[in-house]
């Protein structure tokens, strides 16, 4: 019995200090959430005016641009996969993991080749475990990503897609990240980056008669030059920032539900110690009596 309750007894101290680990990981990530909610909702009027900016451009030219148009001379296709640097997140970066997984799946099915980017080491450790060649990869900004990062991202990507096929130029770039709803509920989403499917600002058909009639200066060639990479840069630092509020939220959660399973095993290891305190009371009442018995009819 003795050594029942020495084991409760240790058990109730580790949880103690798991719960005190998880309380304060829960704090930490209620803290940072408000900041990367605000920089998401700041981030999203200027992605959508460089949209829509890149929209007017595409539809009201006839510019074929190279990140407008198909490549068929490579069966190459990068995907920038955008986890998490750090775990007790619950299942956030599994989830987007899970989802890299089928969009894998589904392009090797078509006949195409994949070349994975990865960015956050929780992802980089799943794909260097399974000896999976990685592209490029970045680490140790997941839950506050700057426009520096961002812009180095995109520049590899760029790169890439740019880049003549014998020399491991890529036709396609997807992006996997997590979608920022609410506190609640984070999406795994996975987009097309590259070639541009810019239809915002389009209007219906047979909406409009007559389209409105744009002039560029200097050209539409020279404007979807200086838009579409900055465009491409906007769209990956908002997906990051998604990512980061995503990863953030579910830390909290996972940190709340964490603490509440660490008291409900406190109460029982306490409620299982004091049954073995009171089973080791009981044994030496017993041992006493049975004693005194003894004496007695001697």
Excluded: C
Aim: glycine share 6%.
């Amino acid at each position: 019995m003795a050594g029942q309750q020495r084991v409760y007894k240790a058990r109730i101290k580790s949880t103690q200090s798991l719960k005190k680990m998880f309380r304060a990981q829960e704090l930490i990530a209620a803290s940072r959430i408000g900041k990367a909610r605000d920089r998401v909702a700041m981030a999203t009027p200027y992605s959508r005016a460089i949209t829509r900016a890149v929209s007017a451009v595409a539809t009201h030219s006839d510019v074929s641009h190279p990140f407008l148009v198909e490549r068929d001379d490579t069966k190459r296709v990068a995907v920038l996969v955008i986890a998490s640097d750090r775990g007790m997140a619950g299942a956030y970066s599994a989830s987007v993991i899970r989802e890299t997984e089928r969009l894998v799946q589904r392009l090797e099915s078509e006949g195409k080749e994949v070349a994975l980017y990865v960015s956050g080491r929780r992802a980089v450790a799943y794909y260097t475990f399974r000896q999976r060649e990685l592209a490029g990869q970045w680490s140790g900004f997941s839950d506050a990503p700057t426009p520096e990062v961002a812009d180095e991202i995109a520049d590899t990507l760029l790169t890439a897609f740019r880049a003549p096929a014998d020399e491991g130029g890529v036709g396609e770039v997807h992006v996997v990240f997590t979608q920022f709803v609410n506190m609640v509920t984070q999406r795994p989403r996975v987009i097309r980056m590259l070639p541009l499917e810019v239809v915002e600002g389009v209007a219906p058909a047979g909406e409009h008669d007559a389209l409105p009639l744009y002039e560029f200066e200097p050209s539409p060639e020279d404007v979807l030059d200086a838009l579409l990479p900055r465009y491409v840069r906007t769209r990956i630092y908002a997906n990051l920032l998604q990512a980061a509020a995503s990863e953030l939220a579910a830390r909290q959660r996972a940190m709340h539900t964490a603490t509440d399973n660490a008291e409900d095993l406190i109460r029982t290891y306490t409620r299982l110690a004091n049954q073995a305190r009171q089973g080791e009371i009981t044994q030496e009442i017993s041992e006493i009596v049975s004693g005194a018995d003894a004496l007695a009819s001697a």
